[in-house]
């Protein structure tokens, strides 16, 4: 069985600067869920996919924008970076029946 | 407004000194409550799901218990490799974590 995999693993981008982050779901698993942890902090939602379609959506911006793909990997892709989108990016798969998430080990983003 | 609230901040056992982390709630409509462990630098992993008040799950040193306002992880006998930052989440229509608690076991 595969985990959850995000990439990139590390990624610098410059105030202003649009990004794309990847992630490919564990095997079984049709719903994808990305959250923001600064440090220090517990992850918060941004929004989830389920079947491609936005399924849910936290308190973030518009330029916060996603996709799932049919094979249930996702992006997320932020515009118009600030220097607070500095973070760790998780991705968490779950099978819609069930509650519990899986997360990929993140993708440290810094903004500068 | 839904709230998720883990106490204490941080806490530090010897090894073999058993302790409760809490994580207290208030959400509209509990779909279930969920504790993770997050390793420095990784995702959270998951640990226990519950779903109605009286409910308990255990693990290795680890058992999860349920109210109608709170959750209990109780550690018993901890090692040192149990240090970690521990989360509580809560599913209402999204899923809202706390900021979590960070044990620290020495030997």
């Known amino acids: 069985e595969t985990g959850v995999t995000q990439s990139p693993t590390h990624l610098i981008k410059t105030r202003g600067q649009q990004v794309t982050l990847r992630c490919s779901s564990q095997s079984g698993h049709n719903t994808v869920s990305w959250y923001q942890q600064a440090l220090g902090q517990g992850p918060q939602f941004i929004f989830q996919?389920?079947?491609?379609?936005?399924?849910g959506r936290g308190n973030f911006p518009p330029r916060f924008s996603g996709l799932q793909f049919p094979n249930y990997s996702s992006e997320l892709n932020v515009n118009a970076l600030e220097l607070d989108d500095s973070a760790l990016y998780l991705c968490?798969?779950?099978?819609?029946?069930?509650?519990?998430?899986?997360f990929g080990p993140g993708t440290r983003l810094t903004v500068t | 407004e839904d709230q998720v609230t883990q106490s204490p901040e941080a806490l530090r056992l010897q090894e073999g000194e058993s302790s409760s982390l809490n994580c207290s709630y208030t959400v509209s409509g509990l779909r279930g409550l969920f504790w993770y462990r997050q390793d420095p630098g990784k995702g959270p992993e998951f640990l226990f799901t519950l779903y109605s008040a009286g409910e308990e799950k255990e693990k290795e040193r680890l058992k999860a218990t349920l109210t109608k306002k709170e959750s209990f992880l109780h550690i018993t006998a901890p090692k040192p490799e149990d240090s970690a930052t521990y989360l509580c989440a809560v599913q209402d229509n999204d899923m809202r974590f706390g900021a979590g608690t960070r044990l620290t076991v020495k030997p």
């Open positions: 968490a798969s779950s099978d819609r029946a069930r509650g519990e998430q899986y």
């Open positions: 996919y389920y079947r491609e379609e936005e399924n």
